[in-house]
T-cell receptor
């Protein structure tokens, strides 16, 4: 079956760095998405990876290893506003998104 | 208005009520989606529409009935719901219903409580 695993909750300190991991098993693969969702708000797109390697976008970076079925989202210089849930989703061979349950990130001062 | 909007933002209904959720996208996209989001569970895709035609129905109970009158509007009609249907219902749109790098844009959701 198709499956996405990511930690349920993580805690980090303001100004620090945090890495949120995601492993996936899908029938075929057409890329991996990360979305951010603040409580009570819409998920918003953060990144898309389809090739192996690291994509950097400001304080946020996303990494993909297709051979390992693994991705991570790296957040640097954490700010209080980064407290949110981070959703990992892999696109299968039918271009369907398979979603993880999300990782709730708590930032402490 | 820009992006994807949803109304109402909150809805409380009894099991015998009939209500409708509304979604509107202002992005000129061709595909629209309904998702169910329950606490600590992955997003569940309910329906996909492409150019007003349903292309995906992931075995959703018939008490949920979608309607897509045009490419900008999507409705979810609700009747005789169960308490376990209480969840956040998210609408999304994308340029196309399939294809790589097919970013989906989400609305803020309707928080539904069934008593």
């Amino acid at each position: 079956g198709q499956n996405i695993d990511q930690p349920t909750e993580m805690t980090a300190t303001e100004g620090a760095i945090v890495q949120i991991n995601c492993t996936y098993q899908t029938s075929g693969f057409n890329g991996l998405f990360w979305y951010q969702q603040h409580a009570g708000e819409a998920p918003t797109f953060l990144s898309y990876n389809v090739l192996d390697g690291l994509e950097e976008k400001g304080r946020f970076s996303s990494f993909l290893s297709r051979s390992k079925g693994y991705s991570y989202l790296l957040l640097k210089e954490l700010q209080m506003k980064d407290s949110a849930s981070y959703l990992c989703a892999a696109m299968d061979s039918n271009y369907q998104l398979i979603w993880g349950a999300g990782t709730k990130l708590i930032i402490k001062p | 208005e820009t992006g994807v909007t949803q109304t109402p933002r909150h809805l409380v209904m009894g099991m015998t009520n009939k209500k409708s959720l509304k979604c509107e996208q202002h992005l000129g996209h061709n595909a629209m989606y309904w998702y169910k989001q329950s606490a600590k569970k992955p997003l569940e895709l309910m329906f996909v529409y492409s150019l007003e035609e349903r292309v995906e129905n992931n075995s959703v109970p018939s008490r949920f009935s979608p309607e897509c009158p045009n490419s900008s509007h999507l409705f979810l009609h609700l009747h005789t719901l169960q308490p376990e249907d209480s969840a956040l219902y998210l609408c999304a749109s994308s340029q196309e219903p399939s294809g790589a790098y097919n970013e989906q844009f989400f609305g803020p959701g309707t928080r539904l409580t069934v008593l």
